[in-house]
C-alpha cells in the first residue's frame, strides 16, 4: 500500500482512537513503586512474561530494599533469586552493574535522559524509553515483540529493526499518544492480533489494517 505521509499519519490517529476506545485502561503490566524499581523489573522482562516478574518482585524488593543494596548484592544469590524468570546469570549482572554504576556515576539516582540510561549494564534503548516514557513523561515508545509485528502488520513499519521501527513510527504517532500506544499495542496482541492466529474477524483495526484475513 502507497500512502504519502497525510494519509498515513490520519490512518495512525484513527488507529490511536479505536484503541483507546478498546483498551481505555491500557498501562504497564510491571509493578514498581519507583524508578529504580522499574529499571529492574525490565531487565527481568526480557524473554519472560510480565506476569512471572510480577511474581517474583515482591520478595526481591524486599531483599534489596534500595539501589544500594542491589549494587552490593551478591552475585550468585541474586542470580539464584531471579532463577524463574530465565536467563538468570545474565540478568543478575545486568542489575548489580547497572545498580553499581547509578551509584557510583549518578549518586544513587536513575538517570533521566537516553545517553545516559543506555550506558548502564544491560539496559537497552527499549529499558530505558520504558523508564523515560514511565516515571519521568517523557514521550517514548518501547518496541517490543508485539509493537514489531503488529506495526509491520499495519504497515506503520517496515522493518524488524526496533530502533528503525521507533524512528518510523515517531514520524507518524503523535507525541501525546507514543506512550499509551506500547500498552495499548500489547494489550491488542494478547488479545486479538495473536501472532499464530490473529483474529481479524474480531478486530476493531479491520478496516485500517492492510493485513487483515477476510
Ligand atoms: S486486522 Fe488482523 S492482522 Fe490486522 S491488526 Fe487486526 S488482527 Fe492484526
Redesign the pocket.
Known amino acids: 500500500m502507497i500512502e504519502n505521509k497525510a494519509v498515513k499519519s490520519a490512518r495512525a490517529e484513527e488507529v490511536v482512537r479505536l484503541l483507546k476506545k478498546e483498551y481505555p485502561d491500557s498501562k504497564c503490566s510491571l509493578n514498581y513503586s519507583n524508578p529504580h524499581e522499574l529499571l529492574v523489573a525490565t531487565i527481568l522482562s526480557a524473554q519472560c512474561t510480565d506476569h512471572r516478574v510480577n511474581q517474583v518482585l515482591p520478595e526481591l524488593f524486599n531483599s534489596y530494599p534500595s539501589v544500594k543494596a542491589f549494587a552490593f548484592a551478591d552475585l550468585n544469590k541474586l542470580s539464584q533469586e531471579i532463577y524463574p524468570c530465565g536467563y538468570h546469570n545474565q540478568k543478575a549482572k545486568s542489575i548489580q552493574g547497572s545498580s553499581l554504576a547509578i551509584m557510583n556515576d549518578h549518586g544513587g539516582k536513575v538517570p533521566q535522559t537516553m545517553e545516559e540510561l543506555i550506558k548502564l549494564p544491560g539496559v537497552g534503548r527499549k529499558t530505558a524509553n520504558c523508564i523515560l516514557g514511565e516515571c519521568f513523561g517523557y514521550p517514548s515508545m518501547v518496541i517490543d515483540t508485539h509493537m514489531i509485528r503488529?506495526m509491520n502488520?499495519?504497515q506503520f513499519a517496515t522493518s524488524k529493526d526496533p530502533k528503525k521501527i521507533e524512528l518510523e513510527l515517531m514520524e507518524v504517532f503523535n507525541k501525546r499518544d507514543w506512550v499509551k500506544l506500547t500498552h495499548m499495542v500489547i494489550d491488542h496482541g494478547r488479545a486479538?492480533?495473536i501472532a499464530r492466529r490473529?483474529?481479524?474477524d474480531q478486530?476493531v483495526?479491520?478496516d485500517l489494517?492492510p493485513?487483515?484475513?477476510r
Open positions: 503488529i502488520l499495519l486479538v492480533c490473529p483474529q481479524c478486530c483495526l479491520q489494517c493485513s487483515v484475513l
